[in-house]
């Protein structure tokens, strides 16, 4: 069975950096894409910023300049690095892998930007 696993996020000030990682187990495949999307109270949820197995990466405009996602080649381990967080990127994170057909969530991490 196919399981992400998160780590990271929690509470950061304003302007603060924050990292979150994500890897997949129960699998021996690689994952076409991982990405992170995100949802805050009262939002739909939204893809933040995806990397293909290629390494070609895409980032909502919110986020361009600020986070950066990043994944080791041939790996199912992603990475989130955010820089100078908002109070506004403050949301549930979830980890998301597709391969083929096949699509998988984690269980989502908070991050809390507040000061």
């Known amino acids: 069975q196919v399981h992400l696993m998160e780590s990271g996020g929690g509470a950061v000030q304003p302007g603060e950096s924050s990292k979150l990682s994500c890897t997949v187990s129960g699998t021996i495949f690689i994952m076409n894409t991982m990405a992170w999307y995100r949802q805050a109270p009262g939002k739909q949820r939204e893809l933040v910023a995806q990397?293909?197995?290629?390494?070609?990466?895409e980032y909502i405009d919110s986020v361009k300049g600020r986070f950066t996602i990043s994944r080791a080649s041939g790996k199912n381990t992603v990475h989130l690095q955010m820089t100078s967080l908002q109070p506004e990127d403050t949301a549930v994170y979830y980890c998301?892998?597709?391969?083929?057909?096949?699509?998988?969530w984690g269980q989502g991490t908070q991050v809390t930007i507040s000061s």
């Open positions: 990397v293909t197995d290629g390494g070609v990466t």
């Open positions: 998301y892998a597709v391969r083929n057909q096949y699509t998988y």
